[in-house]
C-alpha cells in the first residue's frame, strides 16, 4: 500500500474536502444512506466512509441481473472491512409480470421497455431503500458523460423529499484511481476488462477507446437517454432557495 506521502498534494486536498463533506452530512442528518453500485466511485466512497466509521450506512440494489463479478464485491467489502452491505431486490411479482408480458430481455427492443425494466429493478427498490433516510450519497461525477455535466455536490431530491450528495463531482477518473491505489482498495475486476461503467450484466459491454466511460451501458440507445431514473428527479440548492425566496 501507498502512503499519504505519496499522494500527489492536489489530490490530498481532495481527499481532505472528501472527509470533511462526509463528516459534514453525517453531522447534519440523523439517518443517511450510500447509494452503491460496487464500482471504482463508490468503493471508493464506501473506504472512505468505513475506514472512519463515519456513520452512512451503504446500501445496493441486487437487480437479479448482476454480473457474478460485482455479487463479490459485497463478500470482498466484507473480508476487508467487516461490513455487510444491505442488499434491496426488485419485488418478484412485478419482475414475474414484465418478463410474461414483455420476455426476459425486453429492454433491447425500445427505451420505454428498457426504461420499466430500470423502474422494476432499480428505482422502486431504491425508494424502499430510502424511505428511511432524510438524505443520500451517491458516487456520480461530472465527467462520466453528457447527462452528469451539470452535476451539483448537494441537490435537493425533489421527488422524494430529501438530500442528495455527490461528493465526487469534480472528480476526475485519474483521481479516483489514485486513490484507490493509494488506499488499496478492493474493486470490481470488470474494470481491467474495460467497464469503467457496471450496472447489469446485458444491459453492459466494455468500452472501446475514446469513448466516455458510461458509453457502455444501454449502448444501443442515444447518448442523452443513458439515465436509468435513479438520478433524473434532483435540483440544485441554489434553485431550490431561489423558488422559497420568490
Known amino acids: 500500500?501507498?502512503?499519504?506521502?505519496?499522494?500527489?498534494?492536489?489530490?490530498?486536498?481532495?481527499?481532505?474536502?472528501?472527509?470533511?463533506?462526509?463528516?459534514?452530512?453525517?453531522?447534519?442528518?440523523?439517518?443517511v444512506k450510500l447509494a452503491s453500485s460496487l464500482a471504482a466511485e463508490d468503493m471508493l466512497l464506501?473506504?472512505?466512509?468505513?475506514?472512519?466509521?463515519?456513520?452512512?450506512?451503504?446500501?445496493?440494489?441486487?437487480t437479479g441481473r448482476l454480473h457474478a463479478e460485482t455479487l463479490g464485491m459485497l463478500d470482498r467489502?466484507?473480508?476487508?472491512?467487516?461490513?455487510?452491505?444491505?442488499?434491496?431486490?426488485?419485488?418478484?411479482?412485478?419482475v414475474d409480470e414484465y418478463v410474461g408480458s414483455h420476455g426476459a430481455n425486453a429492454f433491447y427492443e425500445s427505451v420505454d421497455?428498457?426504461?420499466?425494466?430500470?423502474?422494476?429493478?432499480?428505482?422502486?427498490?431504491?425508494?424502499?431503500?430510502?424511505?428511511?433516510?432524510?438524505?443520500?450519497?451517491?458516487g456520480q461525477r461530472r465527467e462520466q458523460s453528457v447527462t452528469?455535466?451539470?452535476?451539483?455536490?448537494?441537490?435537493?431530491?425533489?421527488?422524494?423529499?430529501?438530500?442528495?450528495?455527490?461528493?465526487?463531482?469534480?472528480?476526475?477518473?485519474?483521481?479516483?484511481?489514485?486513490?484507490?491505489?493509494?488506499f488499496d482498495v478492493p474493486v470490481n475486476?470488470?474494470?481491467a476488462r474495460g467497464y469503467p461503467s457496471i450496472g447489469c450484466e446485458p444491459c453492459t459491454r466494455a468500452i472501446r477507446p475514446g469513448e466516455d466511460s458510461r458509453a457502455g451501458?444501454?449502448?444501443?440507445?442515444?447518448?442523452?437517454?443513458?439515465?436509468?431514473?435513479?438520478?433524473i428527479t434532483t435540483i440544485p440548492l441554489a434553485v431550490v432557495g431561489e423558488n422559497a425566496s420568490a
Open 113 to 138: 421497455l428498457r426504461k420499466r425494466c430500470c423502474e422494476i429493478r432499480k428505482v422502486e427498490p431504491l425508494n424502499r431503500a430510502l424511505s428511511d433516510v432524510s438524505a443520500w450519497v451517491t
Open 189 to 191: 475486476p470488470l474494470h
Open 1 to 31: 500500500m501507498n502512503t499519504a506521502a505519496e499522494i500527489k498534494p492536489e489530490l490530498a486536498a481532495k481527499i481532505e474536502r472528501l472527509n470533511a463533506l462526509l463528516d459534514s452530512i453525517a453531522a447534519r442528518h440523523d439517518k
Open 46 to 62: 464506501t473506504h472512505a466512509i468505513l475506514s472512519r466509521q463515519v456513520k452512512i450506512g451503504i446500501f445496493s440494489l441486487n
Open 148 to 182: 452528469r455535466a451539470e452535476l451539483h455536490e448537494e441537490e435537493q431530491d425533489a421527488a422524494r423529499n430529501i438530500a442528495k450528495f455527490n461528493p465526487l463531482t469534480d472528480w476526475t477518473e485519474a483521481d479516483v484511481w489514485a486513490y484507490l491505489t493509494a
Open 77 to 94: 467489502v466484507r473480508e476487508r472491512y467487516g461490513y455487510e452491505i444491505e442488499q434491496f431486490h426488485p419485488q418478484a411479482a412485478a
Open 217 to 231: 451501458r444501454w449502448w444501443w440507445e442515444s447518448r442523452d437517454t443513458k439515465e436509468c431514473g435513479l438520478h
